[in-house]
């Protein structure tokens, strides 16, 4: 199974500042018809996931422009430019190039310090 | 608008058995691949198992093989979780999701397995 690692597990942001969140897999997430499978998910509290970026730096329509998604082989990253009060959730990561199983890191939670 | 809509959790004892349905909306159903993932109270998201539109794949994770039964009724837009034999370690939000790369989801019911 492909093991996903996020880092950092949790995220002091300060209003209006940067973020950056970091997922590393256990083997090289490039399909063989040359795409790569990694999303980024947001939960807000209380809330289901909410699907952010697909293949690693697609965003899914009505997601903001602050979010970006960039990466290649087994390291992605998922930025957040300015960070805004309704950013306060919890990021996962999942791979679905090699599987089964479809696998997620363990999420890094988004709070302000 | 893409809709998800679960229901049929509840609270069962050791060894019992549920079925989850969830029911779509806003897309063709019939041709997505689609998903089922859980949460536990206060742990992370897991992929449970996900079925091809025509129903002729299907994949599951390993701790619910053999116990859990993915299936789906495209006249209905529906999808099917029948879960056997539960174990406390089964209880979770069950989340519907849109395809395998879980484009959209459900609300989620939450399934309880207590003696």
């Known amino acids: 199974d492909v093991v996903m690692t996020q880092s950092p597990l949790s995220l002091p942001v300060t209003l209006g500042q940067p973020a950056s969140i970091s997922c590393r897999s256990s083997q090289s997430l490039v399909h063989s018809d040359g795409n790569t499978y990694l999303n980024w998910f947001q939960q807000r509290p209380g809330q289901s996931p909410r699907r952010l970026i697909y293949k690693v730096s697609s965003r899914d329509s009505g997601v903001p422009d602050r979010f970006s998604g960039s990466g290649s082989g087994t390291d992605f990253t998922l930025k957040i430019s300015r960070v805004e009060a309704e950013d306060v959730a919890i990021y996962y990561c999942m791979q679905a190039t090699h599987w089964p199983p479809i696998t997620f890191g363990q999420g890094t939670r988004l709070d302000f310090k | 608008e893409v809709q998800l809509v679960e229901s049929g959790g509840g609270s069962v004892q050791p060894g019992g058995s549920l079925r989850l349905s969830c029911v779509a909306s806003?897309?063709?159903?019939?041709?997505?691949?689609m998903s089922w993932v859980r949460q536990a109270p206060g742990k992370g998201l897991e992929w449970v198992a996900n079925m091809k539109q025509d129903g002729s794949e299907r994949y599951y994770v390993d701790s619910v093989k053999g116990r859990f039964t993915i299936s789906r009724d495209n006249a209905k837009n529906a999808l099917y979780l029948q879960m056997n034999s539960l174990r406390v370690d089964d209880t979770a939000v069950y989340y519907c999701?849109?395809?395998?790369?879980?484009?959209?989801w459900g609300q989620g019911t939450l399934v309880t397995v207590s003696s």
């Open positions: 999701a849109k395809d395998r790369a879980a484009s959209c």
């Open positions: 806003g897309f063709t159903f019939n041709n997505n691949w």
